[in-house]
């Protein structure tokens, strides 16, 4: 039997029923392991794990309070180098690949033996050492988390996958290396490019232009700058974006509509980096960072010819790839949130919230825009309430909606209306009777017996909740 005490980890053991918490223990002691803690409130877990050395975490998903996909994305942006291996008995392969794109290292369906934990809890430990290696080689150290936590607090994200992609700019922040970021339009590849910028120390300024809309003399002239005489007009010597970003960066936005001339340019510039005003043959050199963005893939688009494979692989050289909205439904909320006080504030007006039926709207929408769509919507919102609260009606007509229909008269209002504001469907009714029930509860199981269900099915409707 493998002794896993030699691989000096802890376990925790994270699930609302006490006999599956003492099954699970006694399997693992069973297995020789002496360090397992077992937990039956989700809310405490992150609190325990900072406690643990090297901890290797067993989640339950189906748990009132906090579910375990909850749960698994708080350790993944919080402790994204801590296993964590998901316990259930919801065998539903598209729960299974869910919990697997959060970052679960592996899947186990109850009932679990001896053996299937002694296999999971194996690979973890080889899986966790290869990443601790590799990271170690990268420079790259989770232990304390963010280094410049500062400087990340300002883009809003609880997204598991947008926390990967600060620890990575920590590590390659200092490198001076070209970066190219790969993100849908108003998916936010600005704001990644000045954290770069910032986390990167350089004391120069941070300097941006959409490159887009440049015909390839304009493009030469913005970047390069130009002598005196160099054209009909250059009464001048004018210094370029390149100069003026000197020790510090350049961001060049919309890098996949350049022009064949143009790209060349740029590959010249990132090869021998030097590069010459218009009109003069005396060199430069650039001593500017370069981060380019585009909104598409531009590996394919290299590939198939649309852009110059050399200049794709100079750089991205680092690659960032910005997930889009509708990939981080849990982070909508949240910027709806800022971005209404942010908007607010513009307006000199106090910060409106947002009601529960105007933010499911909000979170339901599939944003094809973005960020920056989301931006117009809470704007136009805020400007046009007047009673602090922005409802669903005013959010409706943006989002493609329909207005709602106005609550009946107070002499027919029933007990329901009272509750809701209004008469409400179905859908609300069933919402309101689970979460009712979970607070009246001490476990799923306990929740799903009040409602007259099974646990399996208060677990669907608790999914169907969180997606």
């Known amino acids: 039997m493998i002794d896993f005490n030699n691989y000096g980890s802890s376990i925790l053991l994270v699930d609302d029923e006490k006999d599956e918490l003492e099954a699970y223990s006694f399997l693992l002691q069973s297995m020789g392991i002496k360090n397992i803690t077992a937990l039956e409130d989700s809310r405490e877990v992150m609190s325990v794990l900072r406690t643990m050395p090297s901890p290797v975490v067993f989640l339950d998903l189906n748990m009132p309070h906090k579910s375990g996909q909850e749960v698994l994305r708080e350790i993944k942006e919080q402790m994204p180098h801590v296993p964590v291996i998901i316990c259930t008995a919801n065998s539903e392969i598209e729960v299974a690949v869910e919990c697997l794109k959060l970052g679960a290292h592996d899947y186990l369906v109850k009932p679990i033996n001896m053996n299937t934990f002694?296999?999971?809890?194996?690979?973890?430990?080889?899986?966790?050492?290869?990443?601790?290696?590799?990271?170690?080689?990268?420079?790259?150290?989770?232990?304390?988390?963010?280094?410049?936590?500062?400087?990340?607090?300002?883009?809003?994200?609880?997204?598991?996958?947008?926390?990967?992609?600060?620890?990575?700019?920590?590590?390659?922040?200092?490198?001076?290396?070209?970066?190219?970021?790969?993100?849908?339009?108003?998916?936010?590849?600005?704001?990644?490019?000045?954290a770069i910028h910032d986390v990167s120390g350089f004391t120069g300024e941070f300097v941006a232009v959409d490159v887009s809309g440049l015909d390839d003399t304009l493009f030469s002239d913005t970047l390069f700058g130009h002598a005196k005489g160099a054209y009909t007009g250059a009464d001048s010597v004018r210094s370029g974006l390149i100069e003026k970003a000197r020790q510090g960066t350049i961001f060049l936005d919309e890098i996949g509509d350049l022009s064949e001339v143009s790209q060349v340019k740029l590959l010249r510039l990132l090869q021998e980096r030097i590069y010459y005003p218009l009109g003069s043959d005396k060199p430069k050199r650039c001593e500017a960072r370069i981060i380019a963005a585009a909104n598409k893939d531009l590996s394919s688009a290299a590939s198939s010819g649309g852009f110059r494979r050399d200049l794709y692989y100079r750089l991205s050289t680092h690659l960032i790839k910005i997930p889009p909205l509708r990939e981080r439904k849990e982070d909508i909320p949240l910027i709806a949130n800022y971005l209404a006080e942010e908007a607010a504030k513009t307006v000199n007006k106090p910060k409106p919230e947002i009601s529960r039926e105007a933010m499911s709207l909000i979170t339901s929408h599939t944003f094809p825009g973005n960020i920056r769509e989301l931006k117009t919507y809470i704007y136009d919102a805020v400007v046009r309430c007047t009673d602090g609260i922005i409802t669903e009606n005013i959010i409706a007509g943006r989002l493609g909606g329909t207005e709602v229909l106005p609550a009946a008269d107070a002499e027919t209002v029933s007990s329901l209306e009272k509750i809701f504001g209004r008469f409400p469907t179905l859908d609300e009714v069933s919402e309101y009777a689970v979460s009712e029930a979970l607070k009246a509860s001490e476990n799923m199981s306990q929740a799903a017996r009040l409602l007259g269900i099974s646990k399996q099915a208060l677990h669907k409707r608790l999914k169907k909740r969180t997606s």
């Open 118 to 194: 002694s296999s999971a809890l194996r690979n973890a430990h080889e899986i966790s050492a290869l990443r601790s290696e590799l990271l170690s080689m990268k420079g790259m150290n989770f232990g304390g988390g963010l280094r410049r936590q500062d400087i990340f607090s300002r883009i809003v994200t609880r997204n598991a996958e947008m926390h990967g992609i600060f620890q990575y700019i920590e590590a390659i922040a200092v490198s001076g290396q070209p970066v190219l970021i790969l993100g849908e339009t108003g998916s936010g590849k600005e704001m990644i490019s000045r």
